[in-house]
């Protein structure tokens, strides 16, 4: 079944990182808004962002916020496209004034997972042995596995999926931690070792979903997006925003999230870790998937009063630091 839109037949500009994931995820949008609307065309313009660019040093210290979406913003404020497609997890919490999340799609496994080298294939991660390198450019992972783990080793890895197996590959490590949806919308399924529990990792905000951004004083696009949003999934993944927004967490800081939606109530557990895995604050509130954000709010403010702040304070402070 097709849709329609008020207004004339228009190209829609579609904005989008250029990294192989990136454009995959974004062909996806495209080829789903041509079959809701095969009167416009839908146009992919691609640009390389900070994050991409800046390969050689740990995502920490270059700044979070917008490593992954400045450029892609700057294009819509432009007026250069009309929507941009993110992975969710890379979309800071606060958006440019002008520019709004208007649609989330429905949601991948959001699990972290395993990708070991050819000589530890008859290992799991809690069965590895003690000073293997494990290859993470996320600090929430690298806290809860140090937590989990401290007689494994942390190594920082940059790169896109493919460079990241390289390096696995050739040696530079024993494992290395990718987000289960990457692996599986590039094919590459097979890779995945493990699915690492939630017990064990919880996964970053927003991961596994996809989230388009447009300007908020665009109605004809926003009405044009809203035909691929997952009531859940969005359920799900505002809530964990609201969470991250109220600790003021940028996507660089060890957080972690796990939700559930079950009977229409929704359950978001929630994470806070100090770099070295010593302390990991963890808590969870139930209520009605209609009051996500509020939800979200509510967790933040009782891992805050659990000492979540403290330690996250410490952890800026470090990384201005170094």
């Known amino acids: 079944m097709t849709s329609t839109v008020s207004g004339p037949p228009l190209t829609v500009h579609i904005g989008s990182r250029k990294s ?7 062909h996806w949008v495209q080829e789903q808004l041509q079959k809701h609307f095969p009167d416009r065309r839908f146009e992919v313009h691609t640009m390389s962002t900070q994050g991409d660019i800046i390969l050689d040093v740990a995502l920490a210290k270059i700044g979070d916020k917008g490593l992954f979406t400045k450029e892609l913003e700057v294009g819509m404020l432009q007026r250069e496209t009309d929507l941009a497609v ?9 958006l440019p004034e002008g520019l709004i999340l208007g649609c989330i799609t429905e949601r991948e496994n959001p699990a ?7 000589k530890h294939q008859d290992k799991q991660l809690e069965t590895l042995p003690e000073g293997a390198v494990i290859g993470t450019s996320s600090l929430r992972r690298l806290a809860q596995l140090r937590h989990h783990y401290p007689h494994l080793e942390f190594k920082d890895i940059r790169g896109n999926l493919n460079t990241r197996l390289a390096k696995l590959d050739e040696g530079q490590y024993d494992a290395i931690i990718l987000a289960f949806a990457g692996l599986h919308r590039l094919g590459m399924a097979d890779r995945i070792h493990q699915v690492i529990p939630p017990e064990i990792s919880l996964h970053a905000v927003g991961q596994g979903a996809l989230g388009i951004e447009c300007r908020a004083n665009d109605p004809a696009i926003l009405e044009l997006i809203k035909v691929l949003e997952h009531q859940e999934t969005a359920q799900r993944c505002h809530a964990e925003r609201a969470f991250l927004r109220r600790l003021e967490g940028g996507c660089q800081v060890p957080i972690g999230v796990n939700t559930q939606i079950q009977d229409n109530n929704l359950t978001l557990t929630g994470m806070v870790a100090s770099l070295d895995g010593k302390r990991l604050l963890k808590e969870k509130v139930t209520g009605p998937a209609t009051d996500a954000e509020q939800l979200g709010i509510q967790l ?3 891992l805050r009063q659990m000492g979540a702040q403290e330690i996250l304070d410490e952890i800026f402070a470090q990384i201005q630091r170094s």
């Open 20 to 26: 192989q994931l990136a454009l995959v995820q974004t």
């Open 112 to 118: 972290d997972a395993l990708v070991v080298h050819e």
């Open 300 to 302: 933040a403010e009782t």
């Open 86 to 94: 993110h992975s969710l997890k890379d979309l800071p919490t606060n």
